[in-house]
């Protein structure tokens, strides 16, 4: 199911750029600053515009469908594991032993001071 939304998220995205490249700006040629219609006659007059815009908004909804899916999808840890096995043995305890006990009388050796050694001349 990954494979296959990875993919159409892949396929939906390279069609989303081209639809965003075939737009042609508001003022992107000399005649549609003068009124002229001639530019956009293969859709109509404005119908050329509303259809590319219809196009990269159903694109771009398809788009973040397939995102907010596939990052749903990343985030559900997966049941299919190698270390996940049915032969899966307790762990082994080690006895923990006590440290040894000191006696609360016993006082610490003192440290003889020492006397820096003196160069001879």
Not at 80 to 108: D, F, H, R, Y
Not at 110 to 117: E, G, H, K, R
């Amino acid at each position: 199911m990954t494979i296959a939304l990875t993919i159409l998220h892949v396929l939906v995205s390279l069609f989303l750029i081209a639809v965003v490249l075939l737009q042609s700006g508001k003022g992107a040629e000399m005649g549609a600053s003068f009124g002229s219609s001639g530019s956009q006659s293969v859709f109509g007059a404005g119908g050329g515009t509303s259809f590319l815009s219809k196009l990269t908004t159903s694109a771009a909804v398809v788009f973040m469908l397939t995102s907010l899916t596939l990052a749903y999808l990343s985030g559900i840890p997966s049941s299919s594991s190698m270390m996940s096995g049915k032969g899966k043995s307790a762990p082994v305890q080690t006895p923990v032993t006590a440290p040894a006990a000191v006696p609360q009388n016993a006082i610490p050796a003192p440290v003889a001071p020492t006397v820096p050694s003196q160069p001879q001349k």
